[in-house]
């Protein structure tokens, strides 16, 4: 079983910035695949950005482009979402997830296995 925990949520104001955290401990197995998904008050939760943990690769999904940056510390397994340039729109509990494979970035639109407690990111309006 892997454990996720989340950290480095807040609030700033738009225009801002924040990075989160995410280690994993437990069995991590070498599952390849970590990333971030976010839930907005009253939508579905939506994919952010993963990380292929052996090759680098990453994956985004509209949102985040050009804006967030997913990257990883392997020696710490940890993962990290830099958030640039935050709008009150993305106000949300964030997710750090994992699983087995990125599936070429699907796995942002099907969801993953494991799953953290999520840590919220203000931005007010």
């Known amino acids: 079983q892997v454990q996720l925990v989340e950290s480095g949520g807040g609030s700033v104001q738009p225009g801002g910035s924040l990075r989160l955290s995410c280690t994993a401990s437990?069995?991590?197995?070498?599952?390849?695949?970590m990333g971030w998904f976010r839930q907005i008050p009253g939508k579905e939760r939506e994919g952010v950005a993963a990380i292929n943990i052996v090759g680098g690769k990453t994956y985004y999904t509209n949102s985040a482009k050009g804006r967030f940056t997913i990257s990883q510390d392997n020696a710490k397994n940890t993962v990290y979402l830099q958030m640039n340039s935050l709008k009150p729109e993305d106000t949300a509990m964030y997710y750090c997830?994992?699983?087995?494979?990125?599936?070429?970035?699907?796995?942002?639109?099907?969801?993953?296995?494991?799953w953290g407690k999520g840590t919220l990111v203000t931005i007010p309006s």
């Open positions: 997830a994992a699983s087995d494979d990125c599936s070429g970035g699907l796995a942002l639109l099907y969801g993953m296995d494991y």
């Open positions: 437990g069995d991590t197995y070498g599952g390849d695949c």
